[in-house]
């Protein structure tokens, strides 16, 4: 059974790094194939893709926000880190983690999500 | 405002068959494969279909997916109060290189 789970500050100033952490098991990110993605959804917005790191360590990340994204992974702990500089207001949204599928090319299992609020 | 192009809101009677339209370009939906996620209130994305028709194990064959050319489709047969969600497509863009979400469709159960 695979599960993830995003862990991170809930309160951000204006300015700060936000990190964020996804822990998951059930799946191991050294696997042909599989992958790890960040997808955030301001308060009653659309979602908006961030990145992606895949099993042999490829990356991508949102154009619009690829000057403000870095993902890595250790795969020994079984996680993926999102750190995104220089937070803004507008930047408040709950973000997820899911795992993407190599049957499905797609992100078929989600985590709860966490709400990260940027205010000074 | 999103580059994959979906009405708003959208709604039907128990029963009834529902079509959820989401409108892209030759740089996504025309080159790419298409998504669709369903949102229920308060919890994150399902996956319900996959590369523009095929439904992972677990999702009833009343979800249906197609695709022609730049516009792709999600289709809702017998209704249930149940399927009232955010409906979202989603697929890659070349130029901008990049993954994309549509703005999302309200379904409402009458």
């Known amino acids: 059974q695979i599960t993830l789970k995003e862990s991170g500050p809930t309160l951000v100033r204006p300015t700060q790094t936000l990190t964020l952490t996804c822990t998951f098991s059930?799946?191991?990110?050294?696997?042909?194939?599989?992958?790890v993605g960040w997808i955030r959804q301001p308060p009653g917005k659309a979602l908006e893709w961030l990145a992606l790191?895949?099993?042999?360590?490829?990356?991508r990340c949102s154009p619009s926000l690829e000057s403000r994204l870095t993902i890595t992974k250790d795969t020994s702990k079984n996680q993926v880190v999102l750190t995104m500089t220089n937070m803004d207001p507008v930047d408040t949204a709950t973000y997820y983690c899911?795992?993407?599928?190599?049957?499905?090319?797609?992100?078929?299992?989600w985590g709860p999500g966490t709400l990260v609020t940027v205010s000074s | 405002q999103s580059v994959l192009t979906q009405p708003p809101s959208a709604s039907g009677t128990p029963g009834q068959r529902v079509t959820i339209s989401c409108s892209g370009s030759?740089?996504?939906?025309?080159?790419?494969?298409v998504y669709w996620y369903q949102q229920l209130p308060g919890t994150a994305p399902k996956l319900l279909i996959y590369?523009?028709?095929q439904r992972p194990s677990g999702v009833p064959d009343r979800f249906s997916g197609s695709k022609s050319g730049t516009s792709a489709s999600l289709a809702i047969s017998g209704l249930r109060s149940e399927d009232e969600a955010d409906y979202y497509c989603?697929?890659?863009?070349?130029?901008?290189?990049?993954?994309?979400f549509g703005g999302g469709t309200k379904l409402t159960v009458l």
């Open positions: 059930g799946f191991s990110l050294s696997t042909t194939g599989v992958g």
């Open positions: 030759s740089s996504n939906i025309e080159s790419n494969y």
């Open positions: 590369r523009n028709n």
């Open positions: 899911a795992h993407r599928s190599y049957s499905y090319d797609e992100f078929d299992q």
């Open positions: 989603a697929t890659w863009d070349d130029s901008l290189g990049g993954r994309l």
């Open positions: 790191i895949y099993w042999d360590d490829d990356k």
